[in-house]
């Protein structure tokens, strides 16, 4: 099992730029594809970037082209550095397994993007 801890948000204005980090505890966090989830205020949690175990990533249609997943194996770390923001990429965002196996979720980091 691990743990998972989400560093990074902030508030910024349209246009700006935040880099996400994500520190997975465990030894097995190199075997797991890993993703990028964000729930908007009074809507559900939704994927918006994986990345695989060799490092293949995929992205939600809504963040193609502005948002980029990374993985840093050696430190157990999954990045993901947002620009271009926009007001509706507000939300939580969370780090977790692309699988169906997840680990417990984490408190999340605070996204505000102001208009």
């Known amino acids: 099992q691990g743990q998972l801890v989400e560093s990074g948000g902030g508030l910024v204005q349209t246009g700006g730029s935040l880099r996400l980090s994500c520190a997975v505890t465990?030894?097995?966090?190199?075997?797991?594809?890993m993703g990028w989830y964000r729930q908007a205020p009074g809507k559900q949690r939704e994927l918006v970037a994986t990345?695989?175990?060799?490092?293949?990533?995929k992205y939600a249609d809504s963040v193609k082209g502005r948002f980029t997943i990374s993985r840093d194996n050696a430190k157990n770390t999954v990045y993901l550095q947002m620009n271009s923001l926009k007001p509706e990429d507000t939300g939580v965002y969370y780090c977790?397994?692309?699988?169906?196996?997840?680990?417990?979720w984490g408190q999340g980091t605070q996204v505000t993007v102001s208009s």
């Open positions: 990345i695989s175990s060799f490092g293949n990533t």
């Open positions: 977790n397994r692309n699988s169906s196996i997840l680990l417990d």
């Open positions: 465990g030894s097995t966090f190199r075997i797991y594809a």
